[in-house]
């Protein structure tokens, strides 16, 4: 039974819908890669729609999701009304990850796909999915290498569809969080070269959700060494200087085992710390 569309598409968006549809529609047992992004959860909404039981989402656990957005994809899968499980990952053990290198997110993602390869094979060998969209293939993405070496399939990718209508067909189908912020795991608000650690991820994830709490939903917090670096919008930095109680974030910031605190006023840029490498690449 089709979700009802609860407001219009351009024709264009009404064809790539019906399109995927379709397109999950003729897989057997679908296993989605389920992050509680917006792409994800579109993927994970169709392959229930779709294919019912024969549909199911797996998240993968480690330190570099923040415990509030593990949350989120709970609650988002329980309102699809999609199967979801829960796997741990240890991708914070491998050299290829926790050493930082330009490519880490291969060797994270290849450990999730192989988690991922384990879970599809117990149910009925499921075709894995992921959220990948048509706007990621034009950004510095290893992580996209790894899932296609693992057989994954990106519907949205291959559909052509990109981030502005998967907000629009999400919006359409009464998806609650179809203007979710783009949340990039934490291992990305560490530069390059410094090696992660499960210590400061969870700094980063604690001092984003400080500022989330009070109302600020997007936000980056860069970790450089000892310092952290608020990124918010350029529209919402004035709000943020006017409205927050500076001491009492300096003081938590520095609970937290940070050493200084800066908000950098070119506001947050979607990737800033790859912008060396893509104009290289």
């Given at each position: ?29 679908a ?17 229930q729609?779709q ?7 797996v ?12 949350k ?25 990850y ?6 880490r ?47 994954v ?92 109680e ?22 947050l ?13």
């Open positions: 039974m089709f979700l009802s569309q609860l407001e219009s598409l351009t024709e264009s968006e009404q064809e790539q819908l019906t399109l995927l549809r379709e397109f999950i529609k003729d897989i057997d047992n296993c989605v890669a389920f992050s509680g992004g917006v792409d994800s959860s579109l993927v994970a909404t169709i392959a729609e294919l019912g039981t024969k549909a199911f989402a998240t993968g656990v480690s330190p570099s999701l923040a415990p509030y957005l593990l989120q994809a709970r609650l988002q899968a329980a309102w699809i009304g999609i199967r979801h499980e829960e796997c741990k990952t240890n991708e914070i053990n491998e050299p290829n926790f050493k930082n290198p330009e490519n997110c291969f060797a994270c993602k290849q450990e999730l796909h192989k988690h991922l390869n384990q879970i599809s094979k117990r149910f009925n060998n499921a075709q894995v999915l992921d959220g990948v969209n048509h706007d990621d293939l034009h950004d510095f993405r290893p992580g996209i290498k790894a899932s296609n070496q693992a057989g399939i990106s519907p949205l990718a291959e559909l052509k569809i990109n981030k502005k209508s998967i907000r629009s067909i999400s919006k359409s189908l009464g998806l609650p969080w179809w203007d979710k912020p783009a949340q990039p795991c934490l291992a990305s608000r560490i530069p390059f070269g410094e090696e992660i650690s499960s210590t400061r991820l969870e700094q980063i994830a604690l001092a984003e959700a400080w500022i989330i709490n009070q109302g600020f939903s997007k936000v980056r917090v860069r970790s450089q060494g000892l310092s952290a670096r608020i990124e918010l919008p350029t529209d919402e930095i004035n709000n943020f200087l006017e409205t927050i500076r001491n009492q974030l300096i003081k938590y910031f520095l609970s937290l085992g940070f050493h200084s605190i800066s908000l950098d006023l070119e506001g840029i979607s990737g800033k710390l790859t912008r060396d490498i893509k104009k290289t690449t």
